[in-house]
């Protein structure tokens, strides 16, 4: 036992010669992205934290719960980061009141509004009483300071969830609560939504709270009907609450912990035994600690604002999706259980890549709970929430997940599962409700190699299930199944019917393009090129001259339909600087904002110009992302966009579900990356500044690199990749990728 | 005020001179059909239920709990009556046990095993204990007694379900559990438990119990290890369970209420409300009152040893769907909620006729539950149980109540969101499970005109949809939406193309018979019309001999393709009288005990022999049913055996989805039934024996009915059936039906 604490120890101290843990707590801002439909999330958590809590504000919320604009509410303990459309969560609310309660309404004006990384401070104006709170992976805690008076209270109210500015079908619907006041500083309950974003079915958030400091009264309340000493109010489909009186002094702070589970009461109560100590900085400094093991897997030489964008967004996609193990109320199982995938199809791009990089251990528990939600629930989720599969955008995306892991050798996971699992997506229909799991309009697409206008989204289904049908290749082929491999590959050819040679725009010719089930096109003057989208329409928040460059896994074939490289090279020229009216003014084609666009600058690497991939992305670093609270091009989606920031700093961006990342143009002078294999990665860009953004010549541990793309074996392999940049553009990686 | 009073009282006392009350409670056997494959209930419950309390025997069990051999566990708190396949509940156990508890078997062998209406007794041998239960709908009450000693035990157990017999597939599986000590007279908690025969999601079982006397001791378990003085254990996804201690007197009895919920232990004990009183017999009097006001919907004149059959058939006909008003936990809502749809497929033949006839109002709430389920859960249940629809044995056969309920003038039905719920069974595929919910191989009977061998149970749904399709099209022709009626009506027709008319049996040429992909037959080398099946099989529960008389909607052209009525009448001469020989010796093909066979009897009407029709219900009746433990045909399928039986005591069989009524062979010298709609109808049978079978003449209020069936709105009009009964076949009623 001893040699082996010695030998624990040696190792223990090697890591930390190896890698030296640095305070990189500065350089998180929870603001960034907070407002300007950024959606971040302000409160506080640990890394894939189950609880997130935070400020709730306004009548109509925004989906991480805070906003610029109307009162405070109180403190919820679920939420989201980085989320558009029906809110989700937003559930058991505690807040500081003085005086009667107004049920309708306790909401008051703030000010002082504080957060850091571990740490969310604010004063209720109100009632001059002030909050902070901190949390950890299943619990939290709250400092409530209250003036001199005999009605101080502490409301749990059990009948909140964010009310949601979206259209009426996603918002959340109440099911029921209950709470118990159990002594003079324990309280427990549960509320039960349904709906929201993902139209899912109710799941239940359960509660319990311990005070340090006993309570002088306690009430408890039923719909609008307070009822002071009531101890108990059960499950009627109502809206509950509990309140603790207090007989305060001046500034007199009150603690209490709470405990959240999906599963029951007692085992909330059982989570709190994470949080050991009473002393809230000490509960604080947990919640940083962790964060700061993560952000220290990259160490940065650099300007302090751009560290600082860049650690933030490690921050921000570290959020999501929620680890829930030994919370599934659904099965037992020995495998790893994660919710809140939301949505992997904006994950799968860019977020999922760089955990697989960064915390492959993570991912690999990621993968094996979205195959054990396969094994119980019948399908992978596009997206899921509180238990619940929903909503599918497009495609399957789960398959590129399982395409990206097995190519990069993420082990441990069973992928001949993972491969029923996919060919289920690809030939099992998904049911009345398409938009929950699995493939939309495939009777369509599996017998006439399209999805037509008969369904909803056809043109986005039809090339999203193109390289998802890639990647069941990618996965049978590495399993050494050439006949589904086979099949797969064709048919992930598909995207090529929808390929109508005839229409033209902005002197380009050739467009991905609606078709009836007669296989007809649509006419010019039924459709645009132009022409966005949501559930209902014919593409999902894209549009044809945006989605006519999706064929991540053909994008040769993708060249020579658009005419050959030049003409490729003209038209992405075109996309990314044509401007077009509309009622706001002038807007680009291409839109950093939104996922469709996330790997298209990177395509000028396929056509030998990596230099023209350098001058989009730095110019979308530049000006899409500060360090303000609108400082990021759009909704966070989980973190997809601070994710797509990071890989591009760095100089290189994926493909997602092949080997591949393409080299762009890294910002940092040097940065180390310490991989989870002990490896680590000395990135170095020498002369890179605002103007050398152009790579000269890229060396690996020496050895040059002439391709303009560099494969996950070599990243994770160690060592140092040098980078020399400069004012103009060379000749280095102008060969196309085949 | 004094007026209304007055109306009122007299309104009671016309009510109490049209329909005496009657105490019918000893014409009940709770024992009859719990052995032999009945698999009925012995335990307490009030009609529709849902707390079902009774034991737990043997180590793999009967569907009901209880077995004849094996020992005893203990007493559950949720069960079903009449089931077969894989079990489903049996979960909150309690047992009075002396000394240490042994959690892998605290078991007993029992004696003096007695159970009435309202209550079920027993001793534990091992223990010198024993127990009496008794159930209200959401509660329970136990009184146990003990010997002397200071080891006088009860246990909850929160680890247990009933095991199966049946295949490992349909076997439950536990989820998680919880529980605590409140008090010393106090405990709570909750099992959570998925799969079983319907492959449903987890459901979860909440209980609150209080005892009488408080206990000297007091201890919980969790897995196998015991922890005395531990008062509480929360969720670890393992068993847990709890026990109180006494130190009693010889026969002490200590008693305990249990308030059962399926949102949380705080409704648990909320719904204990329900029982004023700790007056055991006077619950079971409350229990047996609720019974005996059913039971006085219908009284008779007739044999004691038939009146206990009929009785005790009404006692277990309407024991499901359990009534789960306020229990939904998985959506908020105005419409009441219905759950152990247990089979539809089994209930919609005679079951739910007759609530329909009995307790139309009920039906009405029933039928308003699956519309909320639709209207949620996005399919109404083929079958339902643990708040989850699966599975579906055949058709979509709830579109048949509905049919049933337009055509019979039940109100307060929104029959155009049925109609709407109808299509989507008939036209949107359910997805990847097709035993789910909806109508599998849809794809295949929507384009081609029948489901193919492709799908499992190709012929067995083909038959059955064309009967679902009539449904449409009735519910349609009742709201006038001529166009979804024509559809549907030609669709209806569909079963005809499994019709292959070169395949012969017996002497009989043309039965239904399995179709390829391709349209080419099944060859007589590979299916036989022998050939029973289940869920993989072409033929579920049935075979081609009995499922060629599966056209309820249209049973002339079954005639024609039979060869005319003679050949009609033939075969089903031959259907009745034929012995094939098996493994275990002779059985016929009539096979009533299971639901395929149920209307095959009343087919003779339909080619103008209802003596052929009086002569094989009376022989089922008199042969198959009588007042042993083994009196049932088979499983009783929620009631539906016992349905049926009570139909043909009256005299009369419906066609379900059709307003008519077959007349078979009454009995009962009288038979009154007392409508919700405050008529009554007095059936008298003259001279009806067990040799004067025969209908001679059938007059109603004096007026002769010359044809073999009677309309819905005749019956429930009330007044005088007079049938005259004969020993030799008459004239009457000799035409066919067209």
């Not at 190896?18 to 960034?32: F, N, S």
């Not at 929620?322 to 949505?343: L, M, T, V």
């Not at 109508?500 to 010019?524: A, C, H, M, Q, T």
């Not at 044809?544 to 074939?557: G, L, R, T």
């Amino acid at each position: 036992m001893k040699r082996l604490a010695l030998v624990n120890f040696l190792l223990f101290v090697s890591v930390i010669l190896l890698h030296a843990q640095t305070d990189l707590t500065k350089y998180v801002d929870p603001w960034i992205g907070t407002d300007g439909g950024g959606n971040t999330f302000p409160g506080s958590c640990v890394p894939f934290g189950m609880v997130k809590a935070g400020p709730v504000c306004g009548q109509k919320n925004r989906n991480s719960g805070w906003d610029k604009d109307g009162n405070i509410h109180g403190f919820s303990h679920v939420n989201l980061s980085g989320l558009g459309g029906g809110c989700k969560y937003g559930n058991v609310l505690f807040a500081p009141v003085v005086g009667e309660i107004n049920i309708q309404d306790y909401s008051s004006p703030r000010r002082n509004e504080k957060a850091e990384l571990g740490i969310y401070e604010v004063e209720l104006q109100k009632y001059n009483t002030s909050a902070r709170l901190t949390a950890l992976n299943r619990s939290t805690m709250h400092e409530y300071s209250f003036p001199e008076g005999t009605e101080s209270k502490i409301l749990v109210d059990l009948g909140t969830f964010l009310a949601s500015l979206a259209s009426v079908n996603e918002q959340q619907i109440f099911v029921g609560s209950e709470v118990r006041i159990i002594s003079d500083h324990e309280m427990e309950g549960y509320t039960r939504i349904r709906n929201g974003w993902n139209k899912g079915n109710a799941y239940t958030v359960y509660f319990y709270a311990v005070f340090d400091t006993p309570a002088a009264d306690y009430g408890t309340w039923k719909g609008d009907k307070m009822m002071p000493g009531v101890k108990e109010q059960f499950d009627t489909n109502e809206k509950t609450g509990a309140y603790f009186t207090y007989h305060t002094k001046d500034k007199q702070s009150i603690k209490f912990k709470v405990g959240i589970s999906y599963l029951s009461v007692g085992k909330a109560k059982a989570n709190l035994s994470e949080m050991t100590t009473w002393n809230f900085d000490e509960v604080k400094e947990q919640c940083v600690a962790v964060w700061n093991k993560l952000l220290n897997k990259v160490h940065l030489k650099g300007s302090e604002e751009n560290k600082k964008i860049f650690y933030t967004a490690l921050y921000h996609s570290h959020m999501q999706p929620a680890d829930k193990i030994g919370e599934n109320s659904k099965w037992q199982s020995d495998q790893p259980y994660y919710d809140d995938f939301y949505a992997i199809w904006d994950t799968f791009r860019a977020s999922h890549p760089l955990f697989t990089l960064l915390t492959p251990s993570i991912q690999a528990d990621m993968l094996r709970s979205l195959l054990d939600i396969y094994r119980y629930d019948g399908y992978m989720p596009d997206a899921r929430s509180g238990d619940d599969n929903g909503r599918v955008q497009g495609g399957s995306n789960c398959d590129i997940l399982f395409a990206d892991a097995i190519r990069k050798g993420i082990r441990g996971i069973d992928y001949q599962l993972a491969l029923e699992a996919m060919i289920k997506n690809a030939e099992v229909p998904p049911g009345g409700n398409e938009q929950k799991q699995g493939r939309g309009g495939i009777p369509d697409y599996n017998t006439k190699g399209y999805v037509s206008t008969k369904y909803e989204r056809s043109a986005s289904r039809t090339m999203e299930y193109g390289n998802c049908d890639y990647a069941i290749y990618t996965v049978a082929s590495e399993l050494s199944q050439p006949e589904i491999a086979k099949k797969y590959l064709n048919r992930s050819k598909n995207w090529q019917n929808l390929w109508n040679p005839d229409i033209e725009s902005l002197g380009f010719k050739g467009f991905v393009w609606p078709r009836r089930e007669d296989g007809s096109w649509l006419s010019e003057s039924e459709f645009s090129v132009f022409k966005n989208g949501t559930w209902p329409d014919i593409f999902y928040e894209t549009y044809s001259w945006e989605m006519s460059f999706y064929a991540p896994h053909d994008i040769n074939k993708l060249i020579e339909l658009c005419g050959g490289k030049d003409t490729f090279i003209d038209r992405l020229d075109t996309f990314f600087s044509y401007q077009r009216s509309n009622r706001r003014g002038y807007i680009g084609l291409f839109q950093i904002s939104n996922e469709p666009s996330f790997l298209i600058p990177c395509l000028y690497n396929y056509a030998g110009r990596p230099d023209k991939t350098a001058e989009i992305t730095r110019r979308a670093l530049r000006e899409q992302y500060n360090t303000t609270r609108t400082g990021l091009p759009g909704n966070d989606d989980s973190g997809s966009m601070s994710a797509w920031y990071i890989f591009h700093a760095l100089g290189f961006f994926p493909n997602a579900g092949q080997d591949i990342y393409l080299f762009s143009s890294p910002i940092f002078e040097e940065a180390t990356i310490f991989f989870e294999n002990k490896n680590k990665l000395e990135i170095r860009a020498k002369n890179a500044s605002e103007a050398n953004i152009y790579i000269q010549s890229v060396k690996l541990n020496e050895k040059p690199i002439n391709v303009n793309f560099i494969k996950h074996s070599d990243l994770i392999s160690g060592g140092t990749l040098e980078f020399v940049m400069g004012p103009k553009p060379s000749k280095w990686g102008n060969n196309e990728i085949r």
